[in-house]
């Protein structure tokens, strides 16, 4: 048996590396149901294996066809545009893999809270979109159910984005609103979930330190879970959406919609 060498290996190599990057393309958007575009990178993959697998007859067979493989094979440009746009399509798909739920509750917060075997405030009101003026346009509102020598408040947000090749929330950020000591049952908390400027032109979470990097844009559709944190890290949550809106009509800036907004009782 006479192996292959020369032009001949070139042209295998050529055409079983165009299978399989192909191959590899077309399941890795099969998992995102890319299915037209899945289908044309299959027909390739086999077009590519059976023409690698059976090149030396199909040279005998077809001259005209042998000159024109060999001539893409032994171009280098060819090599790179080729496996560049296959490797382009393969990056692409992953990117939504990147993209993952934040570490918050899950989807019904409400199931997650009727496990919760800790619960240091009650009452609790996410006031917002009541007047425009004001650079407090999303504040926390709520009761010490608990005498507690220590109580955090965090706040970890996240926003759905989609874009051309993946849809999905983005990976969350947290922002410290509050670390009270020495709270009394019953001693009311009131405390700004959001901040902005008087005109109301820039809105962000937290307080007025926190507008680097933690801005509300219009455009996004935000959820967020308040977590209420003990000195010996027993944890409360509570979640909420966000999406903020005009400074000219009510809902001014911001409106939320809370738990029992998204899943009643």
Same mark, same amino acid.
């Given at each position: 048996?006479?192996?292959?060498?020369?032009?001949?290996?070139?042209? +295998?190599?050529?055409?079983?590396?165009?299978?399989?990057?192909?191959?590899?393309?077309?399941?890795?958007?099969?998992? =995102?149901?890319?299915?037209?575009?899945?289908r044309i990178l299959f027909i390739l993959t086999v077009l590519f294996g059976v023409l690698g697998g059976g090149w030396p007859w199909f040279r005998e067979l077809s001259p005209k066809l042998t000159?024109?493989?060999?001539?893409?094979?032994?171009? !280098?440009?060819?090599? #790179? &545009?080729?496996?560049?746009?296959?490797?382009?399509? $393969?990056?692409?798909?992953?990117?939504?893999?990147? &993209?993952?739920?934040?570490?918050?509750?899950?989807?019904? !917060?409400?199931?997650?809270?009727?496990?919760?075997?800790?619960? #240091? &405030?009650?009452?609790?009101? +996410?006031?917002?979109?009541?007047?425009?003026?004001?650079?407090?346009?999303?504040?926390? +509102?709520?009761?010490?159910?608990?005498?507690?020598?220590?109580?955090?408040?965090?706040?970890?947000?996240?926003?759905?984005?989609?874009?051309?090749?993946?849809?999905?929330?983005?990976?969350?950020?947290?922002?410290?609103?509050?670390?009270?000591?020495?709270?009394?049952?019953?001693?009311?908390?009131?405390?700004?979930?959001?901040?902005?400027? !008087?005109?109301?032109? @820039?809105?962000?979470?937290?307080?007025?330190?926190?507008?680097?990097?933690?801005?509300?844009?219009?455009?996004?559709?935000?959820?967020?879970? $308040? =977590?209420?944190? @003990?000195?010996?890290?027993?944890?409360?949550?509570?979640?909420?959406?966000?999406? =903020?809106?005009?400074?000219?009509?009510?809902?001014? +800036?911001?409106?939320? #919609?809370?738990?029992? @907004?998204? #899943? !009643?009782?």
């Open positions: 048996m006479v192996l292959p060498s020369g032009d001949d290996l070139t042209i +295998i190599l050529f055409l079983v590396g165009l299978a399989g990057t192909s191959v590899a393309t077309g399941l890795s958007l099969l998992e =995102r149901k890319r299915k037209l575009v899945t000159e024109v493989v060999t001539g893409l094979a032994s171009n !280098p440009v060819t090599w #790179f &545009v080729t496996i560049m746009v296959l490797a382009t399509l $393969l990056l692409s798909s992953r990117m939504g893999d990147k &993209v993952h739920s934040p570490q918050l509750p899950s989807v019904s !917060p409400v199931a997650d809270r009727q496990h919760e075997s800790v619960e #240091f &405030v009650q009452g609790i009101i +996410i006031a917002a979109g009541m007047t425009p003026q004001t650079t407090s346009p999303v504040l926390l +509102i709520a009761d010490a159910k608990v005498s507690i020598a220590r109580l955090r408040i965090l706040l970890e947000y996240t926003y759905y984005s989609r874009s051309l090749n993946w849809a999905g929330w983005i990976k969350s950020r947290q922002v410290s609103l509050a670390d009270l000591r020495d709270v009394v049952k019953g001693q009311s908390i009131k405390i700004p979930v959001a901040t902005c400027k !008087p005109d109301g032109s @820039d809105v962000w979470w937290g307080g007025e330190n926190d507008s680097a990097g933690n801005q509300i844009q219009k455009s996004r559709k935000y959820r967020a879970v $308040l =977590r209420f944190i @003990d000195s010996s890290n027993q944890e409360q949550t509570y979640s909420f959406l966000l999406l =903020r809106t005009s400074i000219h009509e009510a809902p001014y +800036i911001a409106e939320v #919609f809370t738990e029992k @907004d998204l #899943f !009643p009782a």
